[in-house]
Nanobody
Framework: VQLQASGGGLVQAGGSLILSCAASGRTFSNYGMGWFRQAPGKEREFVAAISRNGGFTSYLDSVKGRFTISRNNAKNTVLLQMNILTPEDTAVYYC??????????????????WGQGTQVTVSS
């Protein structure tokens, strides 16, 4: 599956952004999906994941209550709604897909496919 992330940009602290990941090439509903981010000088970290049918989601503790992951299998897309953004959320955000298990994963090695990343910058 090919993944294309979009929606990043520059936003002030307290603002919102919606990231989108479009999938193509395979049956999208066969893939658990995740969002990760990588800030300069830091390792890539898990942000959120959603199961194949959207019935299960999980989040990094620091984004719980602010970020929401969702998917539309008919449109082959997964979204990350990000609210109350802080400068600490500044990073390149990546979407990822996994087909090896129905379970979601919160680590980079659990995913087989990656999008190209979209930059999110939050100014203070």
């Amino acid at each position: 599956v090919q993944l294309q992330a979009s929606g990043g940009g520059l936003v002030q602290a307290g603002g919102s952004l919606i990231l989108s990941c479009a999938a193509s090439g395979r049956t999208f509903s066969n893939y658990g999906m995740g969002w990760f981010r990588q800030a300069p000088g830091k390792e890539r970290e898990f942000v959120a994941a959603i199961s194949r049918n959207g019935g299960f989601t999980s989040y990094l503790d620091s984004v719980k209550g602010r970020f929401t992951i969702s998917r539309n299998n008919a449109k082959n897309t997964v979204l990350l709604q990000m609210n109350i953004l802080t400068p600490e959320d500044t990073a390149v955000y990546y979407c990822a897909g996994r087909s090896r298990s129905i379970l979601t994963a919160a680590y980079t090695g659990g995913y087989d496919y990656w999008g190209q990343g979209t930059q999110v910058t939050v100014s203070s």
